[in-house]
């Protein structure tokens, strides 16, 4: 048996530091053996900032696609690092953005802080008319009821749908974005939640939901594969 050899991959990564005074954006181009780095672009990130340059910054945490902390636009696509595979082909180098249309604090990491003010707005939580003894009683449902929750409760917040939705570029003042509305929808297609009404009612201004112009990017690029354009629709 013989390992086959990959050879060094070029990753040409967005870099822009707030804190040195007159830096502009620019990219910067790295090497980075594939022998001797993990499958995924995280890996490879993770490579670059211990190896080659400490000053890189980026989010990351689980390394499993479930905390949304490393998403980010790699080669065109807004995904996740951690389990977007690095494309063995070594004469193509891989470009690296941070999510678009969102405030830069520092190299591939985007603000979120309207993003999650926006989700702190539909309130998602589980809101009912009557007091609930916790730890004595459970709020059951029925199997189909449960089932309504499927594709909504697995959405890990990490932002690639609505940073991939025209219609949130050009108004993520007013408009929610697929994410947010998902989220919103969850609640709403919950049966033990008793304020689907003020819910509504909430949502029913021009821009809120109704911006939404059924364009799909949110559901192609949603790495866990889910389709916020249904839950809106």
């Not at 990753?11 to 804190?19: H, S």
């Not at 400490?54 to 479930?66: A, D, M, N, Y």
């Given at each position: ?24 954006p620019h ?11 993990g499958?995924m672009?995280l890996d490879?990130?993770m ?5 080659l340059?400490?000053t890189?910054?980026?989010r ?23 389990i977007s ?10 470009k ?7 405030y830069?604090v ?19 939580w ?22 309504k ?26 408009y ?30 021009p821009?809120?939901v109704y ?21 809106i629709?």
């Amino acid at each position: 048996y013989q390992r086959r050899v990959r050879g060094e991959k070029t990753f040409q990564i967005y870099r822009w530091n707030p804190e040195k005074p007159g830096d502009k954006p620019h990219m910067d181009s790295y090497k980075v053996n594939l022998d001797e780095c993990g499958p995924m672009v995280l890996d490879a990130l993770m490579k670059i900032k211990n190896e080659l340059d400490p000053t890189l910054t980026f989010r990351r945490s689980c390394r499993e696609g479930i905390c949304g902390s490393c998403s980010m636009n790699i080669g065109g696509t807004n995904t996740l690092a951690c389990i977007s595979r690095i494309d063995p082909d070594t004469s193509k180098s891989v470009k690296i953005y941070p999510l678009p249309h969102m405030y830069v604090v520092k190299d591939l990491v985007p603000d979120m802080t309207h993003f999650f003010d926006q989700y702190a707005s539909v309130q998602p939580w589980l809101q009912r008319d009557t007091d609930i003894d916790y730890g004595k009683e459970q709020l059951h449902q029925t199997v189909d009821d449960r089932k309504k929750l499927d594709g909504l409760y697995e959405c890990i917040l990490c932002a690639c749908c609505s940073t991939s939705c025209p219609s949130y570029w050009w108004n993520s003042d007013k408009y929610l974005g697929p994410a947010v509305l998902l989220q919103s929808y969850r609640w709403l297609a919950d049966s033990r939640d008793h304020k689907t009404k003020e819910r509504l009612e909430k949502l029913s201004d021009p821009f809120s939901v109704y911006r939404c112009h059924t364009i799909m990017n949110c559901t192609k690029t949603c790495p866990k594969g889910l389709n916020p354009g249904k839950a809106i629709a």
